[in-house]
């Protein structure tokens, strides 16, 4: 009776600990807040605001901060030159940060704000647009896109969405797949030890209580990982990408003997539906689709 009592004591204990742990772990994945954002930006003079444009994060990304010293300097060089207007200099530095194999949000939405600057419409947007896909509600690259889209000389009626696939889209903007596949593990976590709870715990109430606990952390258990499953499938193989080239004919086929279609713009955002050696088969949101050179997009 002592042992089981100590071992009620030991799995309701371990049911709190796991439920603190999820909150503190929750927290630390969710997107940060705009004020929270707001405190990495630069405070250049006539930047924000007077374009629309949000300025370059100072702020030395963690995976570039523990990785070497000379791409943490470079990093910093880069703010450096964005901050006195020398943005081909700002591109080239950061450029050579993604290249060394470092994808980060942070590094994207710089390297964007550089392009922008150098008026290379297509470029900054494919960069916030990566950015996004490993941060989906990063505030300030969100701003940025919806900011240079009005630029755009492409637009299109985005098809209609019904109310429940609106909702699941939201949710699932929620964390990208990494943080989906957290709380998958967490929720996992909480269902083994509320279910040992209730299996050791010596009232009815508790254990009736405990077993509902069980019930709720299974059900989200599952509810989460249909989401980790539709997030790393989406990142898998659905591939979107964005027009590099000021304009491109969309043709019927995969060569230049095929009839045009129609022309799309510099930075629209395009789904590539197939492939083949030097042509994408794409669609846009109004339902047409075609055949463009490779070469014209950059994969998202």
């Known amino acids: ?3 089981h009592g100590f071992m009620s004591r030991f799995a309701g204990f371990g049911l ?28 250049d003079a006539g930047v924000t605001g007077a374009s629309g444009l949000s300025t370059p994060a100072q702020r030395v990304p963690d995976e570039i901060k523990n990785g070497s010293s000379s791409v943490a300097a470079f990093f910093k060089a880069a703010g450096d030159d964005y901050r006195q207007s020398r943005y081909d200099a700002a591109a080239a530095k950061y450029l050579m940060i993604y290249r060394s194999g470092i994808n980060n949000h942070i590094l994207f939405y710089n390297l964007g704000n550089c392009y922008y600057r150098l008026n ?46 609106a909702v699941l889209g939201a949710i699932a903007g929620i964390f990208n797949a ?7 593990i967490i929720l996992f976590w909480l269902s083994g030890t509320a279910l040992a709870f209730a299996q050791l715990a010596k009232r009815s ?20 990982g249909i989401f980790t499953a539709a997030g790393y ?33 510099e930075a629209t955002k395009v789904r590539v539906e197939g492939e083949q ?14 055949w463009l050179p490779a ?6």
């Not at 709190?16 to 997107?31: D, E, H, I, Q």
């Open 1 to 3: 009776m002592r042992m």
């Open 16 to 43: 709190c600990s796991a439920l603190l742990v999820a909150l503190v772990l929750l927290f630390s994945t969710a997107s940060p807040s705009a004020g929270q954002q707001d405190s990495n930006i630069q405070t």
């Open 120 to 165: 290379r419409l297509g470029p900054a947007m494919l960069m916030w647009e990566k950015g996004l896909k490993l941060e989906p509600n990063h505030l300030l690259l969100k701003d940025n896109v919806e900011f240079a889209s009005k630029r755009l000389y492409d637009k299109f009626e985005a098809e209609e969405q019904h109310f429940l696939g």
């Open 178 to 184: 990494d943080g989906w596949t957290l709380l998958t």
């Open 205 to 224: 109430a508790i254990k009736r209580v405990s077993g509902y606990f069980t019930a709720l952390f299974i059900l989200l258990f599952l509810v989460s």
């Open 233 to 265: 499938y989406s990142l898998k193989y659905d591939k979107q990408g964005i027009l590099l080239s000021p304009a491109v004919q969309v043709r019927s086929g995969p060569g230049t003997n095929n009839p045009i279609l129609f022309v799309l713009h």
């Open 277 to 290: 050696p030097g042509w994408l088969h794409i669609s846009v949101p109004n339902g047409y689709n075609g």
């Open 295 to 300: 070469q014209t997009v950059g994969i998202i």
